[in-house]
């Protein structure tokens, strides 16, 4: 009897809550919390939990919720997530979650931000087949070690943000850039990044996946340099480097701690001289591309431009008098 009283209650609590929603009235609406719940037709905000919820309520028109958002009130991944299936934007940022075991069941999902949310786990599962998903916030968790094997079939992914998560090792890095519609990645603040070195054959498969396009560029923001993260492979030819210069057009590496080569200097400035005379509406794209302001060091501490042509000939070619440089 007990019990039927209860849910009772809670049926009329519920409905209560839906029906004052209109308005967008405010409620202090689960017991022993702060919480304040924002209803409307299809989207739930839950704010001032201050981490006092085990997991999230199931208000009585869950199938038609397209949206989330409660930050900074989650104790745990919510065991009951499950039952929003039809949610396509989650913001459960500035929870306590430590590990992410599966987010499968949430097909519909666009738009996940999970940021500063202490995660230190992801399970290798958890984001399979979330064929819609195109924003992911992960940044300022504590991963240290990811494997990018994770991201695999997020065939829409544009956007993943892993800054800030004391990342230490990033491996399989070459799934992420084998997603077509991947635009951004930042892995900012991290400092001792390393990257996984990708094989000659694995850039040949990526190039052979990639449009020739300056549209489908990738913007990697990273604290690693562009000659760290792509070694001038001997055996790779000048259009298939091209198409990866292209591709990584809009990404930002560092300036530091990588040595000038002759050998790379000579291909990039070669092939930026070659892309340059192509057409005037290339020229317009490779101006604000800030690859070609990448940089590197020469052993006086000076640092001079990987992509141009008279950095290249004062560093590299032998001069009548004195400093010979070999080129390569
Ligand atoms: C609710 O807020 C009051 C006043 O700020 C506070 O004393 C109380 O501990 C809070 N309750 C919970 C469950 O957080
Ligand atoms: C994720 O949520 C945080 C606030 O908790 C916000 O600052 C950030 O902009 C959000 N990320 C995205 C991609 O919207
Ligand atoms: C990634 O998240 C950080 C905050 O955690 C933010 O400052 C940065 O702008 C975000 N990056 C992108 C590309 O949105
Ligand atoms: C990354 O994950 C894939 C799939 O789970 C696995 O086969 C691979 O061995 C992992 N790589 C590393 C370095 O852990
Ligand atoms: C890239 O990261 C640096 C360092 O955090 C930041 O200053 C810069 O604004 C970022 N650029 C973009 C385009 O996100
Ligand atoms: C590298 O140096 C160039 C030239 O000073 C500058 O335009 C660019 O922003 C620098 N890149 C980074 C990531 O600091
Ligand atoms: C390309 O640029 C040059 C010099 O800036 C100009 O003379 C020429 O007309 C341009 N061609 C086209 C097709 O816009």
Redesign the pocket.
């Known amino acids: 009897m007990h019990r039927f009283h209860y849910l009772f209650l809670i049926v009329v609590v519920l409905y209560l809550l839906s029906c004052s929603t209109s308005n967008g009235n405010s409620l202090s609406c689960i017991p022993n919390t702060n919480c304040s719940c924002y209803f409307e037709e299809t989207s739930f905000i839950l704010s001032d939990c201050d981490y006092a919820l085990p997991d999230l309520p199931i208000p009585k028109n869950v199938e038609q919720l397209t949206k989330i958002i409660v930050q900074k009130g989650l104790t745990r991944l919510p065991h009951k997530l499950c039952s929003y299936k039809n949610v396509q934007s989650l913001d459960l940022s500035e929870s306590y979650f430590e590990i992410i075991t599966d987010l499968t069941c949430l097909h519909q999902l666009k738009y996940l931000n999970i940021s500063s949310c202490k995660i230190r786990w992801i399970n290798?599962?958890a984001l399979n087949n979330l064929n819609e998903l195109k924003t992911i916030d992960l940044s300022q968790n504590q991963l240290v070690?990811l494997?990018?094997?994770?991201f695999?079939s997020l065939t829409n992914l544009v956007s993943l943000n892993l800054s800030s998560c004391k990342l230490e090792q990033l491996?399989?890095f070459d799934l992420l850039l084998s997603l077509s519609h991947l635009r951004t990645i930042d892995l900012t603040h991290n400092e001792l990044l390393t990257i996984?070195s990708i094989s000659t054959r694995t850039w040949l498969h990526l190039t052979s996946k990639w449009f020739n396009s300056w549209e489908n560029s990738l913007a990697i923001n990273t604290s690693i340099s562009f000659t760290t993260f792509f070694h001038n492979k001997n055996d790779i030819d000048q259009s298939d480097i091209k198409n990866i210069i292209k591709k990584l057009s809009r990404s930002i590496f560092s300036n530091s701690s990588s040595l000038c080569n002759c050998r790379d200097m000579f291909t990039y400035q070669r092939i930026f001289n070659n892309i340059r005379l192509e057409s005037n509406k290339t020229k317009a794209f490779i101006k604000d591309r800030p690859l070609f302001r990448a940089m590197c060091s020469i052993t006086t501490g000076e640092r001079l431009y990987l992509f141009n042509i008279k950095n290249y000939k004062q560093y590299c070619l032998p001069t009548t008098t004195s400093t010979m440089v070999s080129m390569f």
């Open positions: 290798h599962n070690k494997n990018c094997s994770l695999k491996t399989n996984d």
